[in-house]
């Protein structure tokens, strides 16, 4: 990723901008959200998007903040209401400084984003951003009835992600278009890009979850088993897995806390009924329709980058 | 208020429309907020504000349920925050279905307003809502900053009811201006009125919390008191008591749940040093400067209204 370094610096840059004169305590919770070895995935995205339809200014860098201050707001939000523990090797910030900051300085960045990307003065930008969010909260409210209806298929599973994660993963890519004044098929396309993108990119965080190196993912394995989170490799699981199997995959979803030895029964349970493999095969699908969405571009260099940036996002291991 | 029973009926129908099609737990919530006798004040001066500029089709029945999902957002996150005890008559939403949900649901009220407002295609009015949230959560953070610090001054007040009230009842009215349409000196008038109003309404709402009925306001007396909430009749009590009351009033402000004779002695130290009447005296000059700002447009049966709503704004008793 060495070659996005000049584009990883400008980012960094307008990040810290919007913040600097704000109260030290607000700015201590956001440097602490926004600066934890995010991969900045989105805002490079808009950035790279913005440059395979011609533009490549300082706008572009200005707005590629807005899907990166959508994206801290919606996690301090989502600790607080799925209980996180670890959030990038730290603990997140409601553990240090409690519910009502982490939900107050949530909405503040919110707003800044929301406000940041209507100072554009361009409508379809100020609209996809508002649908995004509301997407996204749609996204977190179908998680929360999930959880408590214990439902744990395919389907739903794929609607989260897709509200949760692809959405802000694609309309990063698509503002960047936008702002660029970009022809209708080509927004459309760098829509698309991102939004296959966005759910290789949760597919594979959520392997992460029972197949990384601890020290790699910066949070404890199996979070999301403690959480009860219904992933893809569960999905296929419920449904492969003989009935004494799956009620007790169930049963250790349903009431979190998980012992190691759980833990392994589980991993070895996703592997064997192909979970596993399956969500991988996914991946790799989405990735390719991504990197096919992108040939309604001619062939440059920033066209490779974004296909590298999307065979990088399947073969990551943390 | 019964000249305004028509506009009532018109703008519950819309309120009630956007939730119709969503899942019946996520609508008893956001029906429990947004059904619990609200005064409609901020749908009204939309509406009053488009007519008096020459507007009043469906479009803006449509716009003028923005600022009231803002507003109910706002409410349910507040009570997260703040852990207010009693709302309209009622426990909060967060009492009953816990914080997780008040965060989810706030969130998505917020979005829905966002996405609905930016509907319109007009730019103008998705970076005004976008400013606005960003004023409200701004508030928000000033209050708990002044909370935790115990700041108590006139300044820091009216910082917290610009940002956390007036800014979105000004808003209110400037939406509906610009829906309309109207010129700049208009929409900046009918911006003015709103946000004057809008100081007056939360002077009175804060001075109505240690004098109402409490059958008639719908929750405990004291709750402001409870919370060591800053209010104008508290600022102006802390500046003018005597040492002893002064350290006292702090006292009680710091420890939260007063007992009924410290609540009766903090009511009598607001009166005694002239703090009630000051709040007062400020809440009818402002109502006087926002009429007075509605002078830029000839006399009219909306003007009267938009008049009207001013006074009864001063004069409510709950």
Request: a neutral charge; one cysteine or more; proline letters at 3%.
């Amino acid at each position: 990723m060495d070659s996005f370094k000049g584009d990883f610096e400008r980012i960094e840059q307008v990040l810290n901008r919007h913040f600097s004169s704000h109260d030290p305590f607000i700015n201590k919770v956001i440097q602490y959200i926004l600066f934890a070895e995010g991969k900045r995935l989105r805002p490079l995205l808009t950035v790279f998007s913005a440059r395979l339809c011609g533009k490549s200014d300082d706008a572009v860098y200005n707005l590629s903040v807005v899907p990166e201050y959508l994206h801290a707001a919606s996690l301090l939000h989502d600790d607080v209401v799925d209980g996180g523990k670890m959030r990038r090797g730290r603990p997140p910030a409601y553990k240090i400084w409690g519910n009502k900051t982490a939900v107050l300085v949530g909405d503040f960045l919110f707003a800044k984003a929301i406000d940041l990307a209507s100072r554009f003065g361009i409508i379809s930008i100020a609209r996809t951003i508002a649908e995004t969010v509301a997407l996204m909260s749609e996204g977190e409210i179908v998680q929360l009835l999930q959880m408590e209806s214990q439902r744990f298929d395919e389907e739903t599973y794929m609607e989260i992600i897709y509200k949760k994660t692809a959405s802000l993963i694609s309309t990063s890519c698509r503002i960047g278009a936008l702002l660029a004044g970009a022809r209708e098929d080509k927004v459309k396309a760098l829509g698309e890009y991102g939004l296959y993108l966005g759910q290789a990119f949760q597919i594979i965080d959520d392997i992460l979850d029972y197949t990384a190196e601890p020290e790699e993912l910066g949070k404890a394995l199996g979070t999301d088993l403690a959480e009860g989170k219904l992933t893809l490799p569960v999905a296929v699981a419920i449904k492969k897995a003989s009935k004494n199997d799956r009620e007790r995959l169930l049963k250790i979803l349903r009431e979190g806390e998980p012992s190691h030895e759980e833990f392994v029964w589980v991993s070895d349970i996703l592997i064997n009924t192909g979970g596993t493999d399956y969500a991988r095969r996914q991946a790799r699908a989405l990735i390719r329709s991504a990197c096919k969405a992108l040939e309604v571009f001619s062939e440059s260099k920033t066209r490779e980058s974004l296909r590298e940036l999307a065979w990088f996002v399947l073969d990551r291991r943390k």
